[in-house]
């Protein structure tokens, strides 16, 4: 049997405030256990809540970035459930009156295709703390410094068929957030986490699945397995005569499955009812249009720009606007060069690369915008070839120079490019290898040009990768065939 994929995701972000939605205790991640948690936060008697205004602002940010229905009367109630680490025995969220609606994101597949992708709604709410199971021997921390954290649970429409596209949709969000600068998206940290719902049903058929909710995944290489196993899962478990029933599951990344965590509630066992210390909130238009106002470029803004403006390729714009902090950093390098494709070139190959290899951020560059782009510039007024640019940009990485106008002084790395210094240089290597060169001349054209790479190669070699590849080329070819 064939069998269709059904899968939406819950995310939910972390929003960049100083304090607390509900209280003024820090949010800063890493404090000692238990050391931001106010009277506030655990709900003691007595207490009430205050709602910060800038979480509110926030989440008006991301729904107009996807041009959503703004909730301007938004409600928040208490979702009632136990857990050790909800320390109220209650969530405050949002409910039936959300503060942000219906809206959309669009998606590129790895085949460059665009798909659409339905978000139902992201409210409001307040984190729990955090259960901590390691070295209490047998027993469980609990540490509540994150509750009360200010989260925005951002809800898609069951709209992807894959898990690659379940992930392509959470990298969007994730690079959407950090432009908006509403969230930091370390999934390290978890500030982004995202919980899967998964089900699978025979192809053609319209009613969806019994689905699943893998929870608290925080990486997308795990969505992508996570989803893919339980998808597995459930299949086997059909074609085997079984039924899937709803329940939240984990995934465990070292086995490599999903197991079992709790039956699945239904909305109404939780007893969702208006929260009576919070009144409604009600935005007003002008405030909405100040927050509009507010928006930077967003990805997809940014990489149809990149494509029109500096006429680089699809795919390239897509990589090098994936994060606000990538594509400003490719835009002051092309500016110093003033070369969109050279700058494409170096920052998404031999900077990325080392990047990769050291585990750094774009921001913890070793090798500045300023310096990448006056470096590019000395291989297009010809003072170094590609191959020296290589060696210049490892110099740059490892700190030897401010500049590579300095280090290219400092290493005598200048390309010559005087004809008459290659010409003689030239003259020497045909001079060492005439056998080569007598069995070249009377060679066809097929095996002259597996010769020719042979001689190129001496005379890169005989001017320490010095002489102009351009100027080699040419002159040599005179040379031989003279």
Request: net charge negative.
């Amino acid at each position: 049997m064939q069998w269709e994929i059904v899968i939406g995701l819950e995310i939910h972000a972390q929003l960049t405030t100083a304090s607390k939605i509900f209280s003024g205790s820090a949010t800063t991640f890493g404090a000692e256990p238990n050391t931001q948690a106010s009277l506030v936060d655990l709900g003691m008697p007595g207490t009430l809540p205050v709602l910060n205004a800038q979480a509110v602002r926030n989440a008006v940010k991301f729904g107009l970035a996807i041009d959503a229905e703004i909730g301007m009367t938004n409600v928040f109630a208490r979702k009632n459930y136990f857990y050790p680490d909800l320390p109220k025995g209650y969530q405050t969220s949002q409910m039936d009156h959300p503060i942000v609606g219906k809206g959309y994101l669009d998606i590129t597949l790895e085949d460059g295709t665009v798909k659409r992708v339905g978000v139902t709604r992201a409210h409001l709410e307040e984190d729990a703390g955090k259960s901590l199971h390691e070295d209490f021997h047998g027993m469980s921390g609990i540490d509540l410094n994150r509750a009360g954290t200010p989260l925005l649970e951002i809800v898609s429409e069951p709209d992807m068929r894959s898990a690659k596209e379940a992930v392509a949709y959470a990298k969007t969000i994730h690079s959407l957030v950090r432009y908006l600068g509403i969230c930091d998206g370390n999934m390290a940290e978890g500030s982004l986490r995202c919980d899967c719902n998964v089900s699978v049903r025979p192809k053609g058929q319209t009613e969806f699945g019994t689905r699943c909710e893998i929870k608290n995944v925080n990486s997308f290489r795990f969505i992508e397995k996570a989803i893919n196993t339980e998808v597995q899962r459930q299949i086997e478990l059909i074609e085997d005569g079984g039924k899937v029933v709803q329940e939240t599951r984990l995934y465990d990344p070292n086995k490599d499955e999903t197991r079992s965590m709790r039956s699945k509630e239904e909305a109404n066992d939780y007893r969702y009812f208006p929260c009576p210390d919070l009144l409604p909130v009600v935005l007003e238009p002008s405030f909405i249009e100040e927050v509009r106002g507010e928006l930077p470029e967003l990805p997809q803004q940014k990489r149809e720009r990149f494509e029109s403006q500096f006429g680089l390729s699809t795919y390239d714009a897509s990589v090098l606007s994936a994060s606000r902090e990538l594509a400003d950093y490719f835009e002051q390098v092309q500016q110093t060069c003033g070369d969109a494709k050279l700058a494409a070139n170096w920052v998404m190959g031999e900077l990325s690369s080392l990047l990769n290899k050291e585990g750094l951020e774009i921001e913890q560059s070793p090798v500045s915008a300023a310096q990448l782009g006056g470096m590019i510039l000395r291989i297009k007024d010809n003072t170094i070839s590609g191959k020296i640019a290589k060696m210049v940009f490892e110099a740059l990485a490892a700190g030897e120079g401010d500049s590579a106008d300095e280090i290219i002084e400092a290493k005598g790395l200048k390309q010559v490019t005087d004809s008459g210094a290659i010409e003689a240089m030239l003259d020497e290597v045909l001079a060492a290898n005439a056998a080569q060169v007598e069995q070249y001349r009377a060679s066809d054209e097929a095996k002259r040009g597996k010769m020719f790479g042979f001689f190129v190669g001496q005379a890169m070699k005989a001017s320490k990768g010095k002489a102009n590849p351009q100027q080699v080329n040419d002159l040599l070819r005179k040379k031989l065939e003279g």
